[in-house]
């Protein structure tokens, strides 16, 4: 079953996205400038549209396999996300060489979603293990800081990759969207949008088809960039 508010949710994440890549690809053809390595307010938004994504994987798995686990269609959906991942990493090398995306947020889901299905059996405690998990995630080790090493998040520095979601401190916003996912289902009147009409929104389409837009969307950006580049030389 689906809930269009979960949709809609990654709706708004798919949107805020699209608006940060946009600006990105703008300073990659060095058509405008934004420290995006430094400035608070990118660093925040690139933060907050990660924990939306990452939450909303944690609620749809719980809400996914509320009544029992679909063997067969958890492990063709987590297929598509490996071969996406695949994809983001080949195509990233053949454009940024050295700091292609070996462990982004594709590899990050596909990884935390097999990870999250050991803990989505818990409750409350998975609130508590979510936040003892992002501050785990703040403590760094130099010998974490190896390419085979860092994924696991303890490196002190960010390494040289075009993205990257390491798996501490973000496998703690699964297991607080574990949490969610439960507590919403068992309270349904907090959620008072109505239903009917949000699941008609460009917006709550857009969240149905997440994985095809993001594997699409930067593409189709670049391709515009490099024609209107292409004109203007």
């Known amino acids: 079953m689906r809930y269009p508010w979960i949709d809609f949710a990654r709706g708004i994440a798919i949107l805020l996205m699209f608006v940060y890549h946009f600006c990105y690809d703008l300073v990659l053809f060095r058509w405008l400038y934004f420290d995006f390595q430094n400035s608070p307010f990118w660093l925040s938004l690139r933060t907050l549209i990660v924990s939306l994504f990452l939450l909303l994987v944690g609620i749809s798995l719980f809400v996914a396999t509320e009544n029992g686990l679909n063997v067969r269609r958890f492990s063709r959906r987590l297929g598509w996300l490996v071969v996406c991942a695949a994809l983001v990493s080949v195509a990233s090398y053949g454009l940024f060489g050295s700091r292609f995306i070996y462990f982004g947020i594709l ?3 596909a990884l935390a979603s097999v990870l999250a299905l050991w803990l989505r059996h818990f409750y409350r405690l998975n609130l508590f293990l979510g936040a003892a998990l992002i501050v785990l995630g703040q403590v760094k080790w130099a010998t974490f800081d190896s390419a085979w090493l860092n994924w696991l998040g303890f490196a ?9 979601v390491p798996l501490l401190p973000w496998l703690g916003a699964v297991c607080i969207g574990l949490f969610l996912g439960r507590f919403l ?3 349904p009147q907090i959620l008072c949008w109505q239903q009917a009409k949000i699941a008609q929104t460009l917006v709550t389409r857009l969240g149905q088809h997440s994985l095809l837009i993001y594997m699409l969307h930067q593409p189709l950006l670049l391709g515009l960039c490099y024609a209107v580049y292409g004109f203007l030389a």
């Not at 002190?156 to 990257?164: F, L």
């Open 185 to 187: 289902l068992k309270h």
């Open 107 to 109: 590899h990050f889901i």
């Open 156 to 164: 002190p520095r960010k390494p040289a990759t075009e993205d990257y």
